[in-house]
């Protein structure tokens, strides 16, 4: 979809009179990838056809979810792992829904202030950089747990795709190499010997083979004890001696206690024929995301159009009161009692955004009071999947940054997150995405740490709609949301949803961060005029995600404008 400027009398609020959305002619639709029997769509081509494979080999969404998470962790170590967390939303075929919490913990040894100096104030990196940033994984669990529920196939089957992967190796894509080479300072300075993704020799190259021979045999323990081929043995034994060499705080008994918790999901309708279902807490997104789709029902976002001023204005301003809640309501709901019907309660959002101006932003000290510095790397990963029987899971797990806290388990071939820094390591004080906490998300033993990870699924008339989900820490939400409205009101094709370009506001900092190109001249004028700052920046997050057409198929879309990602479909 694009924007058309149809004219220009001057600025004001008569400018956006003269904005029109412009929607391409049915045949020059941009469509992804269209299957009538399946889909996997991730952010590397190798898992996503790992993923595809296992559901051609007569296995359903969660034996290709399963498989697909183990091939990113080989093939896609930014984020994908062994070593960190992450949420899964499942729909299915038969109507029944549920969530998985695999989200890493704090080990038991960890302390409300132990990221502050004397003075009580963060120590720069000590929560991002390093062994201290780690908590303990939850990755393993949770997909042991997802096959044992819901997954059809043998378990060696879906893990065995990875093995392979790791064994035989496999070619780096261009990005895959720029990122180990940016990487390569903070590996030399994070691990206590040198690691084999830094190359002796020279830097590495698209079109090199990466062979990850420690990776693959924790993946055949892995296989072939499941749980405890992790949490407990070797790999465990590998862990406690890596946190030993580098004082970090995990132990054998932060191991062995670690389990993945089923969630009841959170749902919402939008604009009555849809049910949106998401994740609860200890993640903000399901939470945000229906806030913020409340919000947007009382507003004609689609006669306005997408990314008119008067919708991105709106939209803003919803985002801006749904971050300030994040930072103060929101924590592990098994440690924290998160006040959810208030959040949801359709009367609360309406007072919230009754001062919602349409001629100027709200004063950011209106909305509640902070203070933060700025967004850094926003590394994570998400797929969806949906089988030829209408189930469907849509899940993302992180590492939190790039590579998590950098420190591979030695012997282990796979990264440590550093997921402590989603914690709020001090009242008001950012984290790397700038997203401030309290009480709510303070540091705890065992405690989760709040997450913004969305995974999400939208039901159309009671059937199977939408499976969407995105990297990109605090613009999680956002990101979602925008997709989610770019199908639901605008009618994009899931393609275009996911290629169009998007803009994020979180609050604080006080900004709207605009993908390069998203915006019109005309609307950023206008925007302006409104009060808005905005940054202009390169790609948000990168969005991978399934549509049921009504024909009954698939189209999967994969977010190639800003990732190697594929849509693999039959
Ligand atoms: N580590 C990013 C998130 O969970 O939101």
């Known amino acids: 979809m694009r924007i058309r400027v149809l004219g220009l009398t001057g600025i004001g609020l008569v400018l956006s009179l003269f904005i029109s959305c412009h929607r391409p002619p049915a045949g020059a639709r941009v469509q992804g990838t269209i299957g009538r029997q399946g889909m996997v769509v991730s952010t590397h081509p190798l898992a996503s056809d790992v993923g595809l494979a296992i559901l051609q080999q007569g296995g359903n969404a969660a034996d290709a979810a399963v498989a697909t998470f183990f091939a990113l962790a080989v093939v896609f170590p930014e984020a994908g792992n062994l070593g960190g967390g992450g949420f899964a939303v499942y729909r299915w075929q038969n109507g029944q829904i549920g969530s998985l919490d695999f989200r890493e913990k704090a080990p038991a040894r960890a302390s409300r202030d132990m990221y502050l100096d004397a003075k009580g104030e963060p120590i720069k990196n000590l929560s991002l950089r390093g062994h201290l940033a780690a908590g303990v994984p939850g990755a393993v669990d949770g997909m042991v747990e997802l096959h044992q529920k819901l997954g059809r196939l043998p378990w060696q089957q879906v893990v065995q795709p990875a093995i392979d992967l790791a064994r035989q190796g496999h070619v780096l894509t261009e990005i895959a190499a720029n990122n180990f080479n940016r990487s390569r300072a903070d590996f030399e300075a994070a691990n206590l010997s040198p690691i084999y993704l830094v190359r002796a020799d020279r830097a590495w190259q698209k079109g090199d083979t990466v062979r990850h021979l420690d990776l693959a045999r924790t993946l055949e323990r892995v296989r072939d004890q499941g749980r405890a081929g992790f949490y407990e043995g070797p790999t465990a034994d590998l862990i406690e001696q890596e946190m030993q060499a580098g004082k970090g705080l995990i132990t054998k008994a932060d191991l062995a206690a670690y389990r993945s918790a089923w969630r009841a999901p959170l749902t919402g309708t939008y604009r009555k024929k849809y049910r949106v279902i998401s994740m609860p807490p200890p993640s903000s997104g399901g939470v945000a995301l229906l806030q913020l789709l409340q919000g947007a029902e009382a507003y004609p ?58 001629v100027a932003k709200t004063p950011s000290q209106q909305i509640k009071e902070g203070r933060v510095d700025r967004i850094e790397s926003t590394e994570t990963t998400h797929f969806s999947v949906a089988d030829r029987e209408g189930n469907a899971i849509s899940l993302t797990t992180t590492l939190n940054g790039y590579y998590g806290c950098k420190v591979m388990v030695r012997g282990g071939g796979f990264f440590l ?5 989603d914690f709020s390591v001090k009242p ?8 401030v906490g309290g009480e709510a998300n303070a540091i705890v033993s065992h405690k989760r740490m ?11 008339n009671g059937k199977l709609h939408l499976v969407v989900g995105t ?20 009618g994009m094709t899931l393609q275009e949803a996911v290629n169009a370009r998007r803009f994020h506001h979180q609050w604080l900092p006080d900004n709207v961060l605009v993908e390069r190109g998203a915006l019109p001249d005309s609307v950023r004028q206008r925007l302006t005029a409104l009060g808005h700052q905005l940054i202009e920046v390169g790609n948000l997050c990168k969005v991978d995600a399934i549509l049921v057409r009504p024909d009954g198929s698939f189209e999967g879309a994969a977010d190639h404008t800003r990732s190697d990602g594929k849509a693999a479909g039959w």
Not at 428 to 435: A, D, V
Not at 450 to 458: E, F, K
């Open 471 to 490: 990297p990109g820490g605090s613009t999680i939400i956002t990101g979602v949301y925008q997709v989610v409205l770019n199908v639901l009101d605008h």
């Open 428 to 435: 008001g004080s950012p984290n790397q995405f700038g997203l």
């Open 301 to 358: 976002i689609s006669k306005w159009g997408h990314n008119h001023s008067q919708t991105v204005h709106t939209m803003i301003e919803l985002e801006r009161r749904v971050y300030a809640d994040r930072a103060t309501h929101l924590g592990d709901p098994d440690f924290y009692k998160v006040p959810l019907a208030m959040l949801l309660d359709p009367a609360y959002n309406r007072g919230r955004n009754a001062n919602i101006s349409p």
């Open 417 to 421: 997150n550093n997921e402590m820094d």
């Open 450 to 460: 709040l997450s913004s990870m969305t995974p999400t699924i939208v039901e159309k």
